[in-house]
């Protein structure tokens, strides 16, 4: 279940949808928008599943680096007072 898993705090790494153990309807949902790698880091908001931060490589597969990841955590980390404001 990768609801409970970013809540958990997962970040989830593909560097290639066609050669990864994605769900076929996930696979051909990221295909339609050209997107072939994809990284994705949760937004937790007291300890709930508030959002996902999206970052997609097109055309071409992408071996995500350690850094990249550090650095999309980060902004992550950047956008939790915001998160934690009511509206």
Known sequence: N?????????????????????????????????????????IIKQDRLWGLLCINQCENSREWQDLEIEFVSQIVESFRPYCEKKI
């Open 2 to 42: 990768y609801t409970e898993k970013f809540r958990q705090g997962h970040i989830h790494a593909v560097t290639d949808i066609y050669n990864s153990d994605l769900d076929e309807c996930y696979v051909s949902m990221l295909s339609r928008f050209r997107i072939r790698a994809n990284l994705v880091v949760p």
